[in-house]
C-alpha cells in the first residue's frame, strides 16, 4: 500500500512538473506573439506615421480584429498564465541549472511571476470584453501611474528609483544579448546549426531592439521624476515613437522595431529549445 502511494504520488509530481513546463513553453509561445505584433505596429509606424498603437494595446485589438480573435486571445491569456505559473514554481523550488536556488534567483523569478500574471489578467479581461483593461495605451497608464506616485510622500525618489530600475533592465537585457548569455538557458548540444544561427541573429537582434526600448522606458521616468512632471513619462508606444526623434530618425525607430520582430522570433525559439 505505502508502494503504490509512493508511486502515485511520484506519477502526480511528474505529471504536475510537466503541466508547468507545457504551461511555460506557450508562455514564450505568446510572447512570441505579442512582440510580433508590436514589431509590426512599430514597423508601420516608421514607414507612415500611424497613430496605431505600438504596444500591447495596439497588439491585442489587432488580434481582436482577425476571425478567430476572441479564441487567439484566450490563447494568449492562457499561455501568459502558464508562464506566470511555471515563474511560480522557480521562485518557489528554485530555477533549473547551477545556482537557481540562490535567493537573488528566486526573488528575480518571483517578479516575473507578477508581471506575466498581471500581463495574462489584462489579456483575458480583454479576451472576456474588457476592452478597456487589456487595450488602454500604455502611455496613458505610465503617465497615471506616475501622477499616483508622484504625489506620495517622497513621490520623486519613488518615480527616480523605479525608473532607474527601468533602464537598468535596459542595459541588462540587452548587455546579456551581446554577450549571448542566452546560450546558457538553451539546449544548444541538440540544435543544428542553422538552427543556433537563428538563435544567435534573433537573440542578439531581439534583444538589443527589447533593451533600447526598456532604456527609452526608464530615461522617460528618470525626466518625469527631475522635473516632476507625469507627462514626461512614456509607454511603450511612445518610447518607441521617441527613436525618431533621435539624429538617427526614423532608421533608428526602424531598427527597433525590426528588433522586437526578431525578439518575437526568439520567443518561438525558446518555446522549443528553452531550458524548463
Keep these: 500500500m505505502t508502494t503504490a502511494r509512493v508511486h502515485t504520488a511520484g506519477t502526480a509530481k511528474a505529471f504536475r512538473g510537466e503541466a508547468v513546463r507545457a504551461g511555460a513553453r506557450a508562455g514564450f509561445a505568446a510572447r512570441g506573439v505579442l512582440y510580433l505584433l508590436v514589431g509590426a505596429l512599430a514597423v508601420r509606424v516608421g514607414l507612415t506615421g500611424t497613430g496605431e498603437q505600438a504596444d500591447r494595446g495596439g497588439a491585442l485589438a489587432r488580434v481582436a480584429t482577425t476571425p478567430l480573435g476572441t479564441v487567439l486571445l484566450w490563447a494568449l491569456g492562457i499561455g501568459l498564465a502558464g508562464m506566470a505559473v511555471w515563474r511560480l514554481s522557480e521562485a518557489v523550488f528554485g530555477a533549473s541549472g547551477p545556482k537557481g536556488d540562490r535567493p537573488h534567483k528566486r526573488a528575480l523569478s518571483a517578479g516575473r511571476c507578477v508581471f506575466y500574471a498581471a500581463s495574462a489578467f489584462l489579456v483575458?479581461?480583454?479576451?472576456?470584453?474588457?476592452?478597456?483593461?487589456?487595450?488602454?495605451?500604455t502611455d496613458r497608464q505610465s503617465r497615471d501611474v506616475t501622477a499616483r506616485l508622484l504625489e506620495l510622500p517622497g513621490g520623486r525618489w519613488w518615480v527616480g528609483a523605479v525608473a532607474a530600475?527601468?533602464?537598468?533592465?535596459?542595459?541588462?537585457?540587452?548587455?546579456?544579448?551581446?554577450?549571448?548569455?542566452?546560450r546558457d538557458r538553451l539546449e544548444w548540444g541538440r540544435m543544428a546549426t542553422y538552427?543556433?544561427?537563428?538563435?544567435?541573429?534573433?537573440g542578439v537582434a531581439g534583444g538589443v531592439g527589447r533593451g533600447l526600448v526598456f532604456g527609452a522606458l526608464g530615461f522617460s521616468g528618470l525626466k518625469a521624476a527631475v522635473a516632476y512632471d507625469p507627462k514626461q513619462a512614456k509607454g511603450m508606444d511612445d518610447a518607441i515613437r521617441s527613436f525618431?526623434?533621435?539624429?538617427?530618425?526614423?532608421?533608428?525607430?526602424?531598427?527597433?522595431?525590426?528588433?522586437l520582430v526578431l525578439f518575437g522570433v526568439f520567443s518561438f525559439g525558446q518555446a522549443k529549445w528553452r531550458k524548463v
Design 244 to 259: 525618431a526623434g533621435t539624429p538617427a530618425g526614423p532608421w533608428l525607430l526602424l531598427a527597433v522595431a525590426a528588433g
Design 195 to 202: 538552427q543556433r544561427r537563428l538563435m544567435d541573429v534573433t
Design 165 to 182: 530600475g527601468v533602464l537598468a533592465a535596459g542595459v541588462w537585457i540587452a548587455g546579456r544579448a551581446v554577450l549571448r548569455k542566452y
Design 124 to 137: 483575458l479581461s480583454f479576451a472576456v470584453g474588457e476592452r478597456g483593461s487589456g487595450a488602454g495605451s
